[in-house]
């Protein structure tokens, strides 16, 4: 279950064929740059997370902070350049950030690839407008066994989306002035009780124009009748950047 929720921080990927069609020669466009990229840039969050352990039958409070720095650049093996970010974890304001993870992004012409525990996500599509319709950002995800189930496009509808775009947003910590919201799944079958399956999936990621993402939250469950919910929620606050 660690590897489960450890793995699914933050996972990112693919390229989607009905926007791919440009030439990477050309310069990527993402509007309002909702996803800076330079060596040196950092946001820091504030992050909510609960556990839900259906072999103890016990759930996990937890809060933390963690911090994404952008550390290197270099080419992939198709010659594009990208980007590494180191993830780094702490408990508290008082205590040492530690090393959590490591993540490749590359900016295309067709959007934002990110690559984290070997898969990879669409994060955002180009240009960035609701006229662009919607995306499957989880095309490349190979489900391997229970490991990847949430992003099982034989069970789960992802289907990514632009909202809101350019609108302030508030996480509660202090106001965004100019914001996209991507919207990647929202779906839910039954309630849990005694009798029936249930499970709930659910995505979404806002962007601040000139700094990146600046709010997460994802869920994902499921429940067996008679047994106890299995999986996470996870909510980041971004708290502050440069």
Known sequence: MHNIFKALLSISF???ALISCQKETERPSDSDDYFPLQVGKYVLYDVDS?????FNKTTYHNQ????????DSFLDNQGRLSYTINVSQRPN?????GPRDVIHVTKTTAGVEWVQSNARILKLAFPVSTSTGSWNGMAFIEPRADLMEEYDLSKYNWNFNYDKVGEVFDPGNNPFYKTVTVNGINEA??????????DRN???EIYAAGIGMVYRERIYWTYQPNEYRNGYELRMRAVDQN
């Open 14 to 16: 693919g390229a989607v």
């Open 50 to 54: 609960i556990r839900y352990n259906a």
């Open 64 to 71: 933390y902070q963690m911090r994404y720095d952008v550390v």
């Open 93 to 97: 304001t008082q205590t040492p950030f």
């Open 189 to 198: 079958t039954n309630q849990p009780d005694d009798s029936v399956y249930a």
């Open 202 to 204: 659910y995505y979404q």
